[in-house]
């Protein structure tokens, strides 16, 4: 059977090398006579595979020893009630950075727990979300007990250009669509958090970076598997983790450090994104709705500005070997997710089939 260029925005394709490691290793993981899938999680093998997974990513992110790495569950979605849940400590309010439909998600999820204000947001923007709102320190207010933002938006491919000045107050990322796809300076953000079924392996993994002295501030009704003290206590084992996740999670770990880290994956994902993009520059058929300077490097938007023929669009490219393109359902389009595994030649292919589609269906003048 043909491997096919999955461009879906997650899951998403794992690089080609991790799947084969994982198929050799999957009857009999090292000597231990089973696969991980069957291992109980308290063994000193499954240990030694979630202690190379925090290893691999300390590494690969270069994260600072005053910060915990959690490996959790129930998606970065359950990630909009924890951050408040913990991080509403001091006075109860938070500013909410909207950039697109999942730190709106964020932002209402966190009104239930404290007095939560939108301190900027794109929603006004022209097509809605195509760009990120720039922020300056005076637009937080002072007694905030944190600033969240996504870093990347999946559905609209926006990307933040800066990390927005927040002084003193924490700033929490959403990093879901981008984590480990380049360099990214762990230190100037209090909490990063990322489901990890784009960049980093199969669904059921989420990923939490945070700041030690934001642990363990979390309300007091606050759900155990919620509470970041617990977890860091229990070394992410306070129930069964998402262990077949993590042990993939530490292979793609390997397979970027091997490769040359997150220097190399910056290279790599920089050329498909500019191969792309130089391609919607240069033509008129397609058009990129996404502000030049806020462009994603993972999530790449294009219209033909017919419906209809973006649906065909789709739909052909899915039949010559190219799936998962269509845009979310509340953008329409298309939507060409690039992440660390997706090849060079994937990208070539797709901006070839563009070419082909654009002289095979002209458009009908006005
Ligand atoms: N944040 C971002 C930026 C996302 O792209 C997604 C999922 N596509 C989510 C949050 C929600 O993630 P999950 O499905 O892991 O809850």
Redesign the pocket.
Same mark, same amino acid.
């Given at each position: 059977m043909n491997r096919v260029y999955n461009f879906s925005? %997650?899951p998403s394709m794992l690089p080609l090398e991790v799947l084969e490691k994982a198929q050799a290793e999957l009857l009999c993981y090292g000597d231990c006579g089973m696969s991980v899938m069957e291992m109980s999680h308290r063994t000193p093998e499954f240990e030694a595979i979630l202690a190379d997974a925090e290893a691999g990513l300390r590494k690969l992110m270069n994260i600072p020893q005053n910060y915990k790495v959690l490996f959790l569950q129930g998606?970065?979605?359950?990630q909009f009630a924890s951050v408040p849940l913990n991080l509403l400590s001091d006075h109860k309010c938070a500013d909410y950075i909207v950039s697109g439909q999942?730190s709106k998600k964020a932002y209402l999820e966190a009104k239930k727990y404290g007095d939560i204000a939108i301190a900027a947001s794109s929603a006004g923007a022209t097509p809605t979300f195509s760009t990120v709102p720039e922020t300056k320190r005076s637009d937080f207010r002072p007694d905030a007990d944190y600033v969240h933002m996504?870093f !990347? !938006?999946?559905?609209y491919g926006t990307k933040f250009h800066y990390i927005p000045d927040t002084g003193n107050i924490p700033l929490v990322a959403?990093m879901?669509?981008c984590i480990i796809s380049e360099p990214i300076d762990v230190s100037k953000f209090a909490l990063i958090y990322a %489901?990890a079924?784009?960049n980093v392996a199969p669904?059921g993994l989420?990923i939490v970076i945070v700041r030690e002295d934001l642990v363990g501030n979390a309300r007091p009704d606050t759900p155990a598997m919620l509470d970041y003290k617990e977890m860091v206590e229990a070394g992410s084992m306070y129930n069964t983790p998402p262990c077949f996740a993590i042990y993939m999670a530490k292979l793609v770990f390997e397979w970027i450090l091997s490769i040359g880290g997150l220097e190399e994956m910056k290279r790599r994902n920089e050329k498909k994104a500019s191969l792309l993009y130089d391609y919607l520059d240069t033509q008129n058929y397609y058009t990129a709705p996404v502000d030049k300077k806020c462009r994603s490097m993972m999530n790449v938007v294009f219209v033909t500005g017919d419906a209809e023929l973006d649906k065909k669009f789709a739909k052909e490219a899915a039949a010559a070997g190219l799936k998962n393109l269509k845009g979310h359902r509340s953008v329409g389009g298309m939507r060409a997710s690039i992440y660390n595994a997706m090849p060079y030649e994937g990208v070539e292919a797709l901006v070839a089939f563009m070419k082909k589609f654009a002289a095979e269906n002209p458009k009908i003048q006005a």
């Open positions: 925005a %997650g998606g970065a979605s359950t999942f996504c !990347n !938006n999946t559905i959403d879901s669509s %489901g079924q784009k669904a989420t």
